[in-house]
């Protein structure tokens, strides 16, 4: 991918919890346009600098700024709320407010702009909810009565509410069989095309990291230790890329032989 500029830019970032260092000298951009992922072990800090990217936590040192301001500032800041309705977040079990119906929890980021009308909100409600292949009957159940794939698209849908530019994917796929997990990868090519999206994701899944990636940031020993294609990352020499990838390596060849995504991918030796 072609940078044009940067939608999130990380410089020289360190986080530290007591004398626990997560992360070292993090430097780290997110092109507009792409999908990037971030992979790493247990422990080596994804979620944490997901959560700085959304300004929810504060590094120890260095910056954070998404589309050119600081990502972590006083919530009544209005750069912060500029960001924040430029942004969409998808949690990983969906995170949708149990007391509240399907429709309510989709409004809830538009009731928050305190400048619609509930006529208006209906409509965006279920225009965002028909995107994501939610029908009009379901939009007054309760969260509990939903499966597992209708809440993953529900709160897609209220990550999308606002029409962000950029959007977070926490293991978006987690907990979804085969066949919804490669459905949901399709709704998010196709919404990302539709919309102009700029995602951010952080997935265990492999299919869901090859289906989607433009570019894998991989976290290991405190560090971004690379950051580029899945062909780039795979020829990186380091014992966390050659064991991630490597175990399931025959997978993809086996699925298609003659067109593996690994013939591309050169294991590092």
């Not at 969409?88 to 429709?103: D, I, N």
């Not at 028909?130 to 209708?150: F, N, R, W």
């Not at 991630?244 to 593996?260: A, G, L, M, V």
């Amino acid at each position: 991918m072609t940078k044009t500029d940067d939608i999130v830019e990380i410089k020289d970032l360190q986080t530290r919890f007591g004398d626990h260092v997560v992360h070292q000298d993090i430097n780290l951009s997110v092109y507009r346009g792409e999908i990037l992922t971030l992979i790493g072990g247990s422990g080596s800090g994804k979620t944490t600098l997901l959560r700085q990217m959304l300004g929810l936590e504060k590094p120890s040192h260095g910056s954070v700024r998404v589309f050119g301001k600081p990502a972590r500032g006083a919530s009544l800041n209005p750069q912060r709320k500029h960001i924040r309705n430029r942004s969409g977040v998808l949690f990983q079990q969906g995170a949708l407010f149990s007391a509240l119906t399907v429709f309510d929890n989709v409004a809830l980021p538009l009731r928050e702009l305190h400048t619609l009308s509930e006529p208006v909100i209906h409509d965006l409600v279920m225009i965002k909810l028909d995107m994501v292949a939610i029908a009009p009957e379901h939009a007054y159940k309760m969260p509990a009565t939903l499966s597992g794939g209708m809440i993953k698209r529900v709160a897609l849908a209220r990550a999308l509410a606002l029409d962000p530019e950029l959007l977070f994917l926490d293991e978006p796929t987690a907990g979804l069989d085969p066949e919804l997990s490669e459905s949901f990868v399709d709704l998010i090519l196709t919404l990302r095309s539709e919309m102009d999206l700029t995602i951010v994701m952080v997935t265990h899944d492999l299919d869901t990291l090859v289906a989607l990636s433009d570019r894998i940031a991989v976290l290991a020993d405190q560090h971004v230790i690379i950051a580029g294609t899945l062909s780039e990352v795979c020829q990186h020499h380091h014992p966390f890329i050659s064991s991630y990838f490597k175990s399931i390596r025959h997978k993809f060849d086996q699925r298609n032989p003659s067109e593996s995504t690994w013939k591309t991918a050169p294991m590092p030796s």
